[in-house]
């Protein structure tokens, strides 16, 4: 990657990095650096660990400062839905990392750009590395702006099926059946992709799609209680 894509990226995420091979190793992946030949530290990897932990120290303080009154349960089920695989990969597409990671030939031809994992690992990795190059301060302010934003979102979409079941069964009175059946399935193995519609006693509702059938159902139950709510008004 050139230097105008490094600055462009920089540009991207507000923040102008001191030291650029710290960013260079955040967008690193393994299968890259294994191609090169390079060294086991030239990948993200260990910028992943570091920037995992800077992130749940971030989120756990910003649960604690703002649910001053919630129990530690529930605490810990926030952050999950906050940092969980799905999350991060969203706000790195808002990022557009994709783009700018180093992939290896093989991940590159077989969709590794668009990849959840690969997607949420250099996330995490690029935490790590603006807060090696500047700081707890910039990481945070990183952290809030794409992970701690439209928190309410997240978590809705985090848990979409079993909040569906909830509203399912608080408003209907008779047994009502929710279903989730595949009406498309495409691509090879390695890159998967499945339509999902989500039905309530047969009737049509909301539809997902997505690289397995459990992000698919996700999806379509998210669409779903959002037309639901849509009914209510």
Same mark, same amino acid.
């Given at each position: 990657?050139?230097?105008?894509?490094?600055?462009?990226?920089?540009?991207?995420?507000?923040?102008?990095?001191?030291?650029?091979?710290?960013?260079?190793?955040?967008?690193?992946?393994?299968?890259?650096?294994?191609?090169?030949?390079?060294?086991?530290?030239?990948?993200?990897?260990?910028?992943?660990?570091?920037?995992?932990?800077?992130?749940?120290?971030?989120?756990?303080?910003?649960?604690?400062?703002?649910?001053?009154?919630?129990?530690?349960?529930?605490?810990?089920?926030?952050?999950?839905?906050?940092?969980?695989?799905?999350?991060?990969?969203?706000?790195?597409?808002?990022?557009?990392?994709?783009?700018?990671?180093?992939?290896?030939?093989?991940?590159?031809?077989?969709?590794?750009?668009?990849?959840?994992?690969?997607?949420?690992?250099?996330?995490?990795?690029?935490? +790590?590395?603006? *807060?090696?190059? %500047?700081?707890?301060?910039?990481? &945070? !302010?990183?952290?809030? $702006?794409?992970?701690?934003?439209? /928190?309410?979102?997240?978590?809705?979409?985090?848990?979409?099926?079993?909040?569906?079941?909830?509203?399912?069964?608080?408003?209907?009175?008779?047994?009502?059946?929710?279903?989730?059946?595949?009406?498309?399935?495409?691509?090879?193995?390695?890159?998967?992709?499945?339509?999902?519609?989500?039905?309530?006693? +047969?009737?049509? *509702?909301?539809? %997902?799609?997505?690289?397995?059938? &459990? !992000?698919?159902?996700? $999806?379509?139950?998210?669409?779903? /209680?959002?037309?639901?709510?849509?009914?209510?008004?």
């Amino acid at each position: 990657m050139n230097n105008s894509k490094l600055m462009e990226f920089q540009k991207n995420i507000g923040y102008c990095f001191q030291n650029e091979k710290l960013l260079k190793n955040a967008l690193t992946h393994s299968s890259y650096a294994n191609e090169k030949h390079w060294k086991y530290k030239t990948n993200n990897e260990r910028l992943e660990f570091l920037g995992d932990a800077v992130l749940e120290l971030i989120s756990s303080e910003f649960i604690f400062r703002n649910h001053p009154h919630m129990v530690e349960g529930k605490m810990t089920k926030m952050r999950a839905s906050l940092v969980c695989e799905m999350s991060l990969s969203e706000a790195a597409r808002e990022i557009h990392l994709g783009r700018y990671i180093y992939l290896g030939h093989g991940e590159k031809i077989t969709g590794g750009a668009k990849r959840d994992s690969i997607l949420s690992d250099a996330f995490e990795a690029v935490i +790590g590395a603006i *807060y090696l190059d %500047g700081g707890y301060e910039p990481a &945070k !302010k990183f952290v809030m $702006q794409y992970v701690l934003s439209d /928190i309410e979102k997240k978590q809705l979409f985090y848990d979409s099926k079993t909040i569906l079941q909830e509203i399912v069964q608080q408003t209907c009175h008779e047994k009502t059946e929710i279903g989730y059946p595949i009406m498309k399935e495409e691509g090879p193995d390695h890159n998967k992709n499945f339509l999902v519609k989500c039905t309530i006693n +047969g009737k049509d *509702y909301g539809f %997902g799609k997505g690289p397995t059938k &459990k !992000k698919a159902e996700q $999806q379509a139950a998210y669409e779903t /209680i959002l037309m639901l709510r849509q009914e209510k008004k």
